[in-house]
Every structure is written in structure tokens, then in C-alpha cells.
């Protein structure tokens, strides 16, 4: 789904003919930039044929610049065929320079603005506009078409905030697929200017636009609540990253923006440093796309990456939801005295042999059922993981089967002692019967395996006895059933591996380049260096361990999830973004706890964000009456705008669906953007088939999956059934009412208990 779905509007609506020029703008220069590229490649290819034709010469002077230019340029070729694809991702709009004075790169290295830059009127013109991308690339004429993101004139695309914004009035991001610029996405430096490009006002498109119409509102005290805004998220952009930066704020506050910026700060400020990764996890893959969509530059050699909750174990995906009575027991700390219980004891599971029969020194040798029992409890004994637990596992089955055969007494002196129970051992583990025992009795266990030999109910209630209840444990056993994974069971896939001790996956080998095969260049040319998407995705696969966490909507994090994502960061610097009035979790204090286990004794600093620039007082007022219900005392963050339009309240009249579908076509004649449909979890298809035919623009969801998302209107179905869902229902449903940027409907069911107006009981005064 496509990002620019979930982030369309703020003020007004953004005109889709406003955003297609603006693609149709950037495509032109994207086209112009391959054009180039294209003419670089024939380029590089014409040096190759060249250096072939030197070599003809035959002469040893010869042979050793061919085989140099053939390097030089095969390197450079190498290069341009590794980067052509999708490397494209910013742009940034700046005044006048305080000098005229230019880099290598062609791009002018003024940091602040000329005097005079901005007029007394607050207009200005833009003097510059540079693109950044994967690598540089000149014109004919040395102008840069795009400037390399590690150059220094590419620093203020991410070090420039509204705070100290520099040269800089617009920053874009754009997301391109292949050679196609799908969507932009614009953050305002300056929003007090009105600003001008070649003689037209400069177009703003997302949240920028937001910006622009606060801070060039006429009210003052509209322009100190920008000026608000901008000081407390740069507070948190630009915080030191020593030890846990924890950043509190209510819906519509930035949290999320605030966060991936901090990354890209931090990044840039101290490459070397972050050069071990900062890992981004976000609560749903909706998102995820939203974050790829900001910041697609920070997956540069793998040092940034960006996960949902339900995608951090490689090799798992979730794909469903657990019912909130699963999801609670699945999420609790509890579980994890259940898995390892289950760890040890699928040891059992496929009838291990009962009888071990061996030959040596001439003599047959048994260890008997009782025998083998005591030494796998034995070897169980030990804190190591299970897997790896087999050695101390199979030297006891050495020792045993040595004392039995009696040759410990044949020689009293130790060295000849010692070499005979070598020669023993090495008999012993060398017999086709051992070793097909020793695989049979000792299995080396996965985590999947283990996961779903908990299916089995009477097992299960074996391993969870005195910790889950009966009723937990039908539950449970029939998840693992269904075919997928949970976003709960990818966490305790991952405790399974750390308990387990699953070994790492063997490194992939690279491929040659053909390059390599050329006669007389073995030596001189160097195997065939990876782009830098396969390096990101080969350091994504590797890498286990993070320098910089940043979890998104933490209020959301179960107790496992906290395990899970606390042993990536064992040795990191945090950010910890969250909201506990949004919390879907319904433990928030056994949540805490698994919290501040994983961040350790970091030292904490607190910031808070205050301000709403995403609802309008409207529709922030009407959920500041669920936030009182789920969270008393609690205050909203303060909506900044007011667009007079208020709240709409229906009540079903034929069929729910109906009305639903009804409501969101009404909205889509209203907003230019997108309509959000949010029900409660179980009515998520349902909603998709009501919805069928209306068009991309409007979109159904599940209650939990509209977290970080907003749209320029919702229609939230059923107040009560959300806020019935589950112990912390009444946070979900203050969630879903703060995704709208305009127009805001709800449709009451008899459920509801609405009055004559339609307004549900839940949200009367």
C-alpha cells in the first residue's frame, strides 16, 4: 500500500493535480539524471575497449597501462550498473549563500543565508536547489544533477531543523521505484516565508503544508504555537545520544517524525559510531512503509533498519492477530517459563530410542532407559541453551559407557590412562549406531519446531502447568494450529532461539564479476564490490546486535516483545517513543517492567511534546472524552487549529455495512485525500468487502492497525464493539478517533446506545 495513502492532508487538502505536478516535476529530473547516467556507462565502456586496443601493442609499458585503465574503469563501470537503480531519494530548496564560493561538487558551501535573503515582507527566492542521491552526478557542464548524500553540501538535508534551518526552506523526500517517481513528501524549514521558485510560489506537500498555513496564519499566537512546535521536537532531534532519550507525546504530536529525523541526526552527526546500525522498529507494517517512505536514504550500507515488531526475526513474517485473551497470555512474561519448559522437553517429542548399544574393546555396552534419563537430567542441569547443551550431553554418555566397560582400571599410569579413554572416545563417536543415536536422543532443536509441537493441548498443559490456566492454555494450543504467525508468536519464536541456542546461518558467498575472468587481471582486479542495496540487505541478515534502538509507539510493546527487541540493543544508546494513553497493552505496569530491563541502568531523559497539529479542536475535543474514560487525569496535547466543521454522528438505519459504505463515500466527495475506515479487529474483511468498488482512497482497518497512521477523514465504526475488544479497548478507541486531519464520522450500532442525535453513550458529555 502505498505510503503517500496514509499521509495525504493537514490543513485543506492538498490538491492530487498540486501533488501530480509536483511528481510529474521531479520524474523530468529523474529522467534527465538516468539520461546522463546512460551517457556515463557508454562512457566507461568505450575506456574498457580502448585499454583492449592498447594492449595489442604487445610492449611490457603497454600491457600495464591497458591493465590499469581496464581496472580504473571497470571499477567505475562496476559502480554506475551497481547504483543505477532507485537512488534518488531527497531534495532540498535553499536561499542565497553568505559567499558565492563553490565545492568540488558544484553546489555553493554556504551554510547560513545572505543578508537580504529574505525581504522585509517575509518573501524570499530560491537561489539553489540541489537532489541528493546514492552517488554524485554532473551535467556536461559540471552542474550537479544530483549530489552524493555523503558530500558536505548534502549535510543540510539532514542536520537543518525549522529550529536552525540554515539555507534550507524545503526539504523532500522522494520515493522512486526503478526509474518512477511514486510520491514526495515535503518538511517546511521556514514556514514564516512565503517563498518563491522561478517567480512561482514554492509548492508544499504532506505535513508541510500543515506547517506553512500555521506559521503564515495572521494570528500571533498562531505563529508562537509553530514556533512551539518547532522548539520541543528540535529539543528531541538534536538530544545527546548517550544513554535512553524517552519521548512522551499525545496523538498528532510528531512523535514519529521526531524520531526518524533523530535518526538521520544522529547518523550523520557520528557516522563512525552508528556504523554498527540503528535499528527502527515500528508497532505495524503500515508503518513501516510510512517510515520507508521518510527516510529511505538511511538504508545506505545497512546502517539503518527498519522493522516492524512482526518482521524482526529473520525468516518470520506475521501475518495474523490473536485474539486479545491469547494476545494477553502470549505477550506476558509468564510465557516465558513456558518455553523453557517446552525447549527441554521437546526433546521428547518424536519417541526418543530408550536403549543405547555400542561395541568396544571387543565388549557390547547398554545404557539402559533409567540410565539415559538420569543423564539428560544431568545434562539439563546446566544454564547453557539447549542446543548447546548436546556436548556436556553426549560427554556424559561417553563416561557412562567408559565406566561400564571396565578399562578405567587396565593401567595405573595417567598418561597411558588418558590415551587409552581417548582411543575409547574416538571409537565410540565414530560408530554409525552412536551417532544415529546420538541424533535421535539429543535433536538439535528450532524454534519452530518447538512452537508448534505447543500446539498440542495436552502437551502444552504439561509444560504450562501452575502458570497458565486451563482456558489460557485451550487458547494457545489452538493458535499455533492455524497456518502463519502471529505478531505474538514471532517474539516467542526469537526467546526459543536465545533459549535454544539456534546456530547462525552460514554467510552467502558473493559472486565474481566477469571482470574478474579477464586474462592478465586476476591480480589486478578485485572482486566484484557489492551495491550498496546488497550490502544493506546482507548486514540486515548478519546482524544481530544494534548501537542506536528507536522503538516507535513503545506503549504498544508486550513484556516478550521488550525481551525480543531489549537483545538487539544489549550495548545501544535508545529513543523510546510512546504514548501510554494510546497503549494497546493491557499491563502497562508488567510492561514497564520487561521495559526497563532491556534499557538496563541507562541513565533517562525525558522530553514531552505538547502540541496537536494533526486533529482540529473539533475533532480532539469529542476523544479527549474517551482519554478521561480510559485514563483519568490525563491531559490531551493541544490541538493548534480549528476548522469549524464538527464531528458527524450516524446511526445505522438498513445495514451496517451500508451505512458504513454510505459514510466513507460521503467523505470521499468531501476531502481530496484519503478516508480511513477503522472497526473493531474481528470486522476487518467484513469492512474490506463493504468498502469494495469505492476506489484507493479510502482504505478498512483493524482498530490496532491504525496506530501512527492518519487520513484526511475516518469513519470509526461501532465506538463500543473497539472499546469492547479488550481490557485497554477504551485507549484503542481514543486512538482511532485521533486519525482524521479534517472530517471526522461515527456510526453507532444499537450497541452503542445512541440518542437522538446518534451520539454513542461513550462519547456523550
Known sequence: MAVQAHRQGAVGSVHDSVRDREISVEQEHLDRVYRRLEEKIHEA???????????????????????????????????????????????????????????????????????????????????????????????????????????????????????????????????????????????????????????????????????????????????????????????????????????????????????LHRAAYLLYQDRRRYAGGILIVSPTPLLVAYTEGVLPSLGEEGQVAIRAIGSLVEGSEATLYDSPSVARAKGSSRMLR?????????????????????????????????????????????????????????????????????????????????????????????????????????????????????????????????????????????????????????????????????????????????????????????????????????????????AHVIVDEAQDLTPMQWRMVGRRGRHATWTVVGDPAQSSWSDPDEAAEARDEALGTRPRRRFELTVNYRNPAEIAELAAKVLALAMPGSVSPKAVRSTGVEPRFTVVEDTLGATVRDEAARLLERVDGTVGVVVAMQRREEARRWLAGLGDRVVALGSLEAKGLEYDATVVVSPAEIADESPAGLRVLYVALTRATQQLTVVSADRDEPDAAGVPDLLRD
Open 45 to 259: 565502456e568505450f575506456l574498457m575497449q580502448d585499454a583492449a586496443r592498447r594492449g595489442q601493442v604487445g610492449t611490457p609499458g603497454a600491457l600495464a597501462e591497458r591493465d590499469a585503465q581496464v581496472f580504473r574503469a571497470g571499477v567505475h563501470l562496476n559502480r554506475l550498473n551497481n547504483e543505477f537503480e532507485d537512488f534518488l531519494f531527497g531534495r532540498i530548496d535553499l536561499l542565497t549563500g553568505k559567499d558565492g564560493k563553490k565545492g568540488p561538487d558544484g553546489a555553493y558551501t554556504a551554510v547560513e543565508p545572505a543578508e537580504g535573503a529574505v525581504r522585509p515582507d517575509s518573501t524570499a527566492d530560491i537561489a539553489e536547489t540541489l537532489h541528493i542521491g546514492r552517488i554524485g552526478v554532473l551535467d556536461q557542464d559540471y552542474t550537479p544533477l544530483v549530489i552524493d548524500w555523503r558530500a558536505p553540501a548534502a549535510a543540510p538535508f539532514y542536520r537543518s531543523t525549522p529550529v536552525d534551518p540554515g539555507r534550507v526552506v524545503r526539504r523532500r523526500v522522494i520515493r522512486s521505484k526503478g526509474r518512477q517517481v511514486l510520491g514526495v513528501e515535503d518538511d517546511l524549514m521556514r514556514p514564516e516565508l512565503t517563498a518563491y521558485l522561478d517567480g512561482d510560489e514554492l509548492p508544499v506537500i504532506g505535513d508541510g503544508a500543515l506547517m506553512a498555513a500555521l506559521g503564515q496564519a495572521r494570528s500571533h499566537t498562531m505563529r508562537d504555537i509553530v514556533a512551539s512546535i518547532q522548539a520541543e521536537q528540535d529539543l528531541v532531534i538534536r538530544a545527546p545520544a548517550a544513554s535512553v532519550t524517552y519521548v512522551e507525546g499525545g496523538p498528532g504530536t510528531g512523535k514519529t517524525a521526531v524520531a
Open 338 to 546: 513456558v518455553l523453557r519448559k517446552a525447549a527441554r522437553g521437546a526433546l521428547e517429542l518424536n519417541d526418543p530410542p530408550a536403549r543405547l548399544r555400542v561395541v568396544a574393546f571387543g565388549r557390547r555396552l547398554e545404557l539402559e532407559a533409567r540410565e539415559l534419563d538420569g543423564i539428560r537430567r544431568s545434562a539439563l542441569g546446566g544454564t547453557a541453551p539447549v542446543n548447546l547443551l548436546r556436548p556436556r550431553a553426549r560427554k556424559l554418555l561417553l563416561d557412562a559407557l567408559w565406566e561400564q566397560s571396565g578399562a578405567a582400571g587396565r593401567h595405573s599410569d595417567p598418561e597411558l590412562a588418558a590415551e587409552l579413554r581417548s582411543s575409547f572416545d574416538e571409537d565410540i563417536t565414530s560408530e554409525d549406531a552412536f551417532i544415529a543415536f546420538l541424533d535421535a536422543w539429543w535433536p538439535e532443536l528450532t524454534p519452530a519446531a518447538v512452537l508448534d509441537a505447543m500446539a498440542d493441548e495436552r502437551r502444552l498443559g504439561r509444560w504450562a502447568r501452575r502458570i497458565l490456566n486451563p482456558g489460557e492454555v485451550r487458547k494457545v494450543a489452538r493458535s499455533f494450529k492455524r497456518e502463519g504467525r502471529s505478531v505474538h508468536d514471532i517474539a516467542l519464536l526469537d526467546e526459543l532461539q536465545a533459549v535454544l541456542g539456534a546456530p547462525a546461518r552460514p554467510r552467502r558467498k558473493r559472486e565474481l564479476d566477469p571482470l574478474d575472468q579477464l586474462t592478465g587481471l586476476e591480480e589486478l582486479m578485485p572482486v566484484r564490490e557489492e551495491s550498496q542495496r546488497e550490502r544493506a540487505e546482507r548486514l540486515a541478515q548478519e546482524r544481530v546486535e544494534y
